[in-house]
T-cell receptor
């Protein structure tokens, strides 16, 4: 069975500092990987995803994540964060090959950007 | 703009009441899901449905049931609400291909008193 571990439950940083949110997964088959973001009092929004091809994927607001198969990781990074990036971030994995699929989510990392 | 709409943002119910949480999607998605979200526990899957009138239990189905009579609507039912069901409930939908991920609703924060 697949599982997702987000290594940090909370990450406080100062504005304009770099940040890395860590995600490791376990799966015996090929996977699709996702990062979702949840702003306060809202639902989850898809931030970026890895399906195949280039191991580095980017979002429109400056985040990027790198798929590392050997380390079974999909860490999320941003070189310079803004106050508006304060949110909870969820990593998720879906095993490839099925048509009726489920995502398995990590427990989330709360990113707090301080001025 | 494609949407998953949950009928209530905030709901307060009394212990023992039967509670209905409604979710509607306008994307013609086959798959629909109900999660609850609690601090420190992340998202936990309650029930999901791959087609009309089909349902499958998730990780924490006890105390809940679901109904999917039409493709666009997936209802979560708390048969007899209890205080430990106070939570944020999230509905999601997806196409039957794992590459697309989920689209989530805005959530319903349910308080049982």
């Amino acid at each position: 069975a697949q599982s997702v571990t987000q290594l940090d439950s909370q990450v406080p940083v100062f504005e304009e500092a770099p940040v890395e949110l860590r995600c490791n997964y376990s799966s015996s088959v090929s996977v699709y990987l996702f990062w979702y973001v949840q702003y306060p009092n809202q639902g989850l929004q898809l931030l970026l995803k890895y399906l195949s091809g280039s191991t580095l994927v980017e979002s429109i607001n400056g985040f990027e994540a790198e798929f590392n198969k050997s380390q079974t990781s999909f860490h999320l990074r941003k070189p310079s964060v803004h106050i508006s990036d304060t949110a909870e971030y969820f990593c998720a994995v879906s095993e490839g090959g099925g048509s009726n699929y489920k995502l398995t989510f990590g427990k989330g990392t709360l990113l707090t950007v301080n001025p | 703009d494609v949407k998953v709409t949950q009928s209530s943002r905030y709901l307060v119910k009394r212990t023992g009441e039967k509670v209905f949480l409604e979710c509607v999607q306008d994307m013609d998605h086959e798959n629909m899901f109900w999660y609850r979200q609690d601090p420190g526990l992340g998202l936990r899957l309650i029930y999901f449905s791959y087609d009309v009138k089909m349902k499958e239990k998730g990780d924490i189905p006890e105390g809940y049931s679901v109904s999917r009579e039409k493709k666009e609507r997936f209802s979560l039912i708390l048969e007899s609400a209890s205080t430990n069901q106070t939570s944020m409930y999230l509905c999601a939908s997806s196409l039957p291909r794992e590459a697309y991920g989920y689209t989530f609703g805005s959530g319903t924060r349910l308080t049982v008193v």
